[in-house]
């Protein structure tokens, strides 16, 4: 009986996959809070740049729109856990070290990063995951599988906010950028 049993976790764990997904599409979005007439005073799409800048503040808003394709590999049914990987954080040479609070929303629609705006760009829900965090270290691995289990045609959206203090990210036009580490049944 111990042998069929051990045979059996064996099975069940050769099953069991883990993936790694790579950010396919993502954008920085700066806007302000001040309205000129019918909307912000500025929007800019900071798409393919190096890095971009999470921060919420009191009038410049920025915010890191990011998406990951699961692709016909991962069942979003058959996710167990899945977890978003961010880098160090890009920090300027003089600055002081920071704490930041990071929040991550699920984004339900797709965006096309080259064209979107501020003004355009998909709601977010609220935060699935916050954590306070410094900018001199790499963040601790965030529980995202709520947004994974949902994906929409086998996409996962994102957007990034920060708190207390910008936070700037690699982007994937970066070697080392954010990504999934999808666990599967």
Do not use: H, W
């Not at 997904?21 to 001040?34: A, E, H, K, M, R």
């Not at 096309?112 to 790499?138: F, H, M, N, Y």
Request: proline share 8%; aromatic share 6%.
């Amino acid at each position: 009986m111990k042998i069929a049993s051990t045979l059996l976790s064996a099975i069940a764990l050769a099953a069991a996959s883990e993936y790694v997904v790579p950010v396919s599409n993502d954008v920085g979005l700066i806007y302000s809070s001040i309205s000129c007439g019918v909307g912000p005073c500025y929007q800019t799409n900071l798409y393919g740049e190096p890095d971009y800048t999470a921060f919420f503040g009191n009038r410049d808003l920025r915010r890191i729109l990011m998406g990951f394709s699961l692709g016909n590999d991962v069942d979003p049914s058959s996710i167990t856990s899945c977890k978003l990987q961010l880098p160090q954080p890009v920090t300027p040479q003089n600055s002081n070290p920071s704490t930041y609070t990071l929040s991550v929303s699920q984004v339900n629609a797709e965006y096309d990063a080259k064209t979107v705006t501020p003004a355009k760009a998909p709601s977010s829900g609220s935060p699935i995951v916050e954590a306070t965090l410094s900018d001199r270290v790499v963040p601790p691995a965030m529980d995202v599988t709520t947004a994974c289990t949902n994906a929409v045609n086998g996409n996962v959206n994102l957007m990034l906010d920060a708190r207390g203090a910008p936070v700037t990210f690699s982007s994937s036009a970066s070697s080392n950028s954010a990504k999934l580490i999808v666990s599967t049944k």
